[in-house]
């Protein structure tokens, strides 16, 4: 064993390489000196990292939670979805206790696991990537949620499918052995499916994507280090020169558990085709086609899906499906007054920032999940709703002394006339705020230019009318009308910087002509000095010639 220093390995190569290696965008990657810990994985291990790790582990170690006690947490936020809740619940479960074991007993992990991979089915803002994320917030293990729609077949054109599974490793802080028993959510995964004439060649759209994320799901070994990231190849390479500990530079994906959702809305269409060509006399369904197309996903087999554009291999990975209904406007209503998540909360905090508060009525509600329900787009349209409701709340209402406002259903079917209602309302208490902008600007003025601006109140009464008048604010008025004043004043303030200056409503309609006379009635002011002609040369001074 050799007790020479590590040699640059960079020293090997060509000296144009190394300037570009130590000067590019590879500087970090292949700064000379020995490998810290973690390299190959795009960490540093720290001792926050280790401490972090076995805070992860014994999580799982001590997980006890029971499918119902989860299915209780998902409730707090997501509205309906039953069946839904129910099978992520057992699967995460499921999934917790099979990582504990393989903690307990390494010898479990090279055994056969069948891995309960789920496909969610469901309309559009039902709340499907929403569980998702309320999970999140419950699993210790690594967490990862990705669109579909950004994967490509090569992974040049496009995200390469086996980065998945290395974001897995950077959300274990690089602990590669975590990161084997993480879970991966794809969402949008009906938007890879192929094209029922089999046409298209898009390289992101169908098959190639497919068949390279069965692999992952079923199981392969991936490398840490992609084909496409350089400085990952040339980091490996430089590793192998520099020598020291073998690291683990693959992840097995066999324990990975597997969660993709999709809309799925033509298959909607043709499964309820199907249902009801099979309910004929007394089999037919009471409830007929009052039902949302969107609710016979739940019938969805396996040939409808494969028929909508999924590989049947692909389908087979994901033995698990469950579907979520569509959300009915009382739904709507009960995700606005008692979800934790309800986006109720987040405008109240919107208008919190400016220190306004409203209150809305129960009949408001109720309006407002009906329109939402009539936008087609699951909760996604309360917000929709909300923000034309309250849009120009917004805009307006930072700006006045109003600091509460009620909104009810007339408001929500016209909120621009329920808004000059209360703007005329409290047209009194606007002006003093105008007022108090002006004062504001004086002050804002004299502290970057040292001047002391008067405001008369003729000039503030002129200000608060041109504001009113133009829609424009206080400060934008006076911005406008004063940025070149400080460049006059100060010839004005040469002998006496502390002067103070009067401003009435004629400096207030023409600024320029205001200080034009200023300036010139400074210098016909300033006192003439006198000068003595010089006398004429004696000639006593005159030189000899």
């Not at 619940?89 to 789920?118: F, G, M, T, W």
């Not at 950077?170 to 590669?176: C, E």
């Not at 994320?213 to 990952?232: F, H």
Request: charged share 30%; proline share 4%.
């Amino acid at each position: 064993m050799s007790d020479k220093t590590p040699q640059d390995p960079l020293d090997q190569l060509p000296k144009q390489f190394k300037d570009l290696l130590r000067s590019g965008p590879f500087a970090n990657a292949f700064a000379a000196g020995p490998t810290p810990a973690g390299a190959g994985t795009g960490e540093t291990k720290t001792d926050s990292d280790d401490e972090a790790h076995q805070v992860v582990l014994e999580m799982i170690r001590n997980f006890n939670l029971r499918p119902r006690e989860i299915r209780d947490h998902l409730d707090r936020f997501v509205i309906q979805q039953r069946e839904a809740k129910k099978v992520l619940s057992v699967a995460i479960c499921d999934h917790y206790n099979h990582v504990r074991r393989c903690l307990e007993d390494p010898e479990l992990r090279e055994q056969d696991y069948a891995k309960q991979n789920i496909l969610l089915l469901g309309p559009t803002g039902v709340g499907k990537t929403y569980l998702m994320r309320c999970i999140a917030r419950l699993i210790g293990v690594p967490f990862v949620r990705a669109d579909a729609t950004k994967f490509s077949e090569t992974g040049y054109m496009g995200g390469d499918v086996e980065d998945l599974v290395r974001d897995l490793v950077k959300a274990a802080n690089g602990d590669v052995e975590l990161a084997q028993y993480g879970i991966i959510y794809i969402d949008e995964i009906d938007k890879i499916a192929q094209s029922a004439n089999g046409a298209g060649g898009r390289d992101v759209s169908g098959r190639g994507v497919q068949i390279n994320l069965l692999k992952l799901m079923e199981e392969t070994d991936v490398a840490l280090a992609s084909q496409t990231d350089i400085a990952a190849q040339m980091q490996a390479m430089m590793d192998l020169q520099r020598g020291g500990k073998t690291r683990k530079r693959t992840v097995n994906t066999r324990h990975i558990l597997f969660i993709v959702s999709g809309a799925f809305d033509r298959l909607a269409t043709t499964v309820k085709k199907r249902v009801q060509s099979a309910s004929i006399g007394f089999a037919a369904n009471p409830e007929g086609d009052d039902r949302p197309d969107s609710d016979y996903l739940q019938h969805a087999q396996s040939r409808d899906i494969i028929d909508y554009g999924m590989e049947p291999e692909f389908v087979g990975r994901l033995p698990v499906r469950v579907a979520c209904q569509s959300l009915t406007a009382d739904d709507l209503q009960e995700i606005l007054t008692t979800s934790e998540g309800s986006i109720l909360q987040q405008y109240r905090a919107d208008f919190a920032g400016y220190k306004i508060d409203f209150d809305i009525s129960p009949a408001a509600v109720t309006e407002v999940a009906k329109r939402a329900q009539q936008e087609n787009t699951g909760a996604r349209g309360l917000m929709t709703v909300l923000e034309q409701t309250f849009r120009n709340f917004k805009f307006e209402l930072p700006s006045t002394s109003i600091r509460s406002f009620k909104i009810d259903a007339d408001t929500v079917g016209d909120p621009d006339r329920a808004l000059r209602a209360l703007l005329a309302a409290n047209a009194s208490d606007q002006r003093e705020v105008l007022r108090a902008e002006v004062q504001a600007f004086a002050a804002r003025f004299h502290e970057s230019h040292g001047f002391k601006l008067d405001f008369a109140e003729d000039a503030i009464t002129a200000l608060i009318e041109l504001s009113l008048e133009r829609d424009k604010t206080i400060r934008a008025l006076c911005e406008e009308r004063f940025h070149d004043f400080h460049h006059g004043l100060t010839l004005l303030a040469k002998d006496d910087p502390a002067a103070s200056f009067a401003i009435d409503a004629q400096v207030v309609a023409d600024p320029e002509q205001a200080l034009s006379c200023w300036v010139v009635e400074r210098f016909r002011a300033a006192p003439v000095a006198k000068t003595t002609a010089p006398e004429e040369p004696t000639e006593s001074d005159e030189k000899p010639s």
